[in-house]
């Protein structure tokens, strides 16, 4: 190890957030990436094949909604793993800030692809 | 799916931790643990051969000591990723709340075993 290992601020990765839906990668943690996001509205309904989700809300309250009318709502401090292969659409009704972990390999809006769909390398940039 | 994810409050997830370092799984996502824990005082020097290991602040402070009379000092919201392989020890001076991430296989005081040492059954119970 030459330098030190990176120390990640969260309030400061929150604030250089501009847009929402537009996850960023703020460190990796073996093959898991850790982002922080801002939600305003609904997503997609979308699934992730082959990995787990953890959403964990930091600021305001965020719907994950399942399929057969069914939902959680989540506020500051829930933390909630939407399962690999579950259909799930999130609805932020007011701005939302959230940590995610999932691998690095996973596509936020899973196998889905809209116009808001952001590349991995997106996310790192 | 049968019933619908379980959520954890981090908070509660907090208070029903009795002793200092004793580690307890909130949630499993894909490979990794998150866990919960109280620190006070200092752990051990140790390392993990293969695992790298997440920790983020939630309350107090923690310095994470390595060699050479470097350290970090991590306070509320910061994030930082011990490498595999890296010998550390942390210390809170004052008690301090920590959410890790880090592999399910993961054994908290690395190749050391101490009388602190929790199993990772102790951490699931």
């Known amino acids: 190890m030459s330098g030190l290992p990176e ?3 969260i309030e400061a990765a929150f604030a250089r957030l501009r847009d ?3 996850p960023r990668v703020v460190v990796q943690v073996n093959d898991q990436y850790v982002k922080v996001a ?3 509205g609904e997503l997609v309904w979308h ?3 082959d990995e787990d ?3 964990y809300v930091v600021r305001g309250q965020l719907v994950i909604e399942y399929e057969a009318d069914r939902s959680v709502t989540l506020g500051p401090g829930s933390i909630h793993v939407v ?3 579950v259909l799930h659409n999130p609805v932020a009704r007011e701005e939302c800030w959230i940590v995610l972990v999932e691998p690095a390999t996973t596509r936020h ?3 889905v692809e809209t116009p808001r769909t952001k590349s991995i390398a997106d996310q790192l940039a």
Chains 1, 2 share one sequence.
């Open 7 to 9: 120390t990640v601020d």
């Open 53 to 55: 989700e953890l959403f």
């Open 38 to 40: 801002k939600l305003l």
């Open 109 to 111: 809006t899973g196998d």
């Open 83 to 85: 399962p690999r292969g």
């Open 20 to 22: 929402h839906w537009s």
């Open 47 to 49: 699934r992730h094949t």
